[in-house]
């Protein structure tokens, strides 16, 4: 019966697309298909299994029942929220406006409600995460997008300008949500001089109204170069400190310890502390999920007084990070030697192959037995599911794919 949901609530599909990609790739290997499922958005080994850190496993075993059983504060517990903030900027002494979240997905949602009124538009990077779309309509706003350059150019400063002045024309105000370092799905981050460039235009765009930059930092321990990424998060730091431009970060235990499962993260405004701001993120928190696990909040402040399980989950961090660049240049090696182009990956746990037709092209991969998600740019394909000698398969099929008229 759907009679007692009101109209627009009538018409979603049963499953959130890249799940129900997942699951058609799982129910064919399981009925005997020889299947390449580039889908999948957890790290796994080379033989399929999901990869869960053992320096944060063996924390996790030895919490107690007073860190697992209690209700955290309703914001979250502010050790917590400055040992998070300080795992990216360690010279920080405060989280300034902070509050715990379900993962990053419940910062995302939770700065739209806040920055944002119903009917308008969050500007993010094309391609971008499509649970972005989701959490947007869930929130009545839509999303506008402004390109993120190609491997090699550098990022389109006319565009993005025009594009921060119409928004801030029509609506007076703009949420930025840039996946920046290890971005998702291109794979690839900006470089020192496109940062040094965006910086610049949202500060030139700062004088038409308030504009809030919410660094998406999901894949940041995933890099092929962590020196590259501390760069980076010391330029958003300049920014941030700046004041002109609201800057905070969606931060999430999921991937960084492989907690996907605890849903916990955290939304941190680190150079601003306002009671307003924390009273609104507050009050979210309150009428939305109330607070969040108490357990993995725990666990970091574990983590953050144990020099010796930060260096294991360093060495951890690296070993997986060194997995994901053999598995990227085996797939640029094969795309070559079929005549692709490389895409160039620099961070995170994906890559975005360019597509004209991308739901074509990604039927004729299916068909195959390859499944990757299609986005409006190309195909999203999932190093951390694909192991590196698959790359060839996957090259010779997306060739063939690529070539039907």
């Known amino acids: 019966m759907t009679d007692q949901l009101i109209p627009a609530r009538r018409a979603f599909s049963a499953d959130d697309p890249i799940f129900a990609l997942n699951a058609e790739a799982q129910a064919r290997k399981a009925a005997g298909d020889s299947i390449l499922n580039a889908t999948v958005g957890a790290l796994l080994d080379d033989s399929g299994q999901l990869v869960v850190l053992e320096s944060v496993m063996d924390l996790w075993r030895d919490l107690t029942a007073l860190e697992v059983a209690p209700y955290a504060p309703i914001a979250g517990d502010p050790a917590f ?11 920080l002494r405060s989280a ?3 509050c715990a979240t379900p993962g990053g997905s419940g910062a995302i949602s939770l700065s739209m409600r806040n920055f944002l ?11 971008f995460w499509g649970p972005y779309a989701t959490m947007a309509a869930e929130n009545g706003l839509s999303l506008i997008t402004a390109p993120w350059p190609e491997a090699g150019t550098p990022l389109d400063a006319t565009v993005w300008a025009e594009t921060l002045q119409i928004l801030l024309k029509a609506q007076g105000r703009v949420l930025l949500i840039l996946n920046d370092p290890c971005h998702n799905p291109s794979g690839r981050s900006l470089s020192a001089t496109d940062r040094q460039v965006l910086s610049g235009i949202l500060r030139d765009a700062s004088g038409l109204g308030p504009i809030t930059l919410l660094l998406d ?4 321990d995933y890099t092929r170069d962590p020196a590259f990424v501390a760069d980076a998060l010391a330029d958003y730091a300049a ?5 002109r431009v609201l800057v905070g970060a969606s931060m999430s235990l999921s991937k960084s310890m492989t907690l996907y499962g605890t849903r916990c993260g955290a ?3 680190p150079w601003c502390s306002d009671p307003a701001l924390q009273a609104a ?10 607070n969040c696990a108490k357990a993995p909040q725990a666990l970091l402040l574990r983590l953050a007084k144990d020099g010796k399980a930060q260096e294991r989950l360093a060495a951890e961090h690296r070993h997986w990070s060194e997995v994901l660049a053999a598995r990227a240049q085996a797939l640029d090696a094969a795309l070559q030697s079929e005549h692709m182009p490389p895409l160039h990956w620099q961070g995170g746990f994906f ?5 004209t037709d991308p739901e074509a092209v990604g039927g004729r991969l299916k068909a195959e037995g390859v499944f990757t998600v299609p986005l409006p740019e190309g195909l999203r394909v999932g190093l951390c599911g694909m192991k590196a000698t698959e790359a060839p398969r996957f090259a010779q099929t997306l060739r063939r794919a690529l070539s039907v008229r």
């Open 217 to 220: 930092f999901a894949y940041l």
């Open 117 to 127: 009124e119903a009917g308008q538009k969050v500007l993010t990077t094309a391609p």
């Open 267 to 269: 939304l941190a405004f």
């Open 351 to 355: 890559v975005t192959v360019p597509a």
């Open 281 to 290: 993120l507050t009050q979210s928190c309150r009428g939305t999920w109330s």
């Open 81 to 91: 929220l400055n040992a998070l903030v300080q795992r990216h900027w360690p010279t």
């Open 96 to 98: 300034g406006s902070a």
């Open 239 to 243: 920014l941030g400190a700046e004041g």
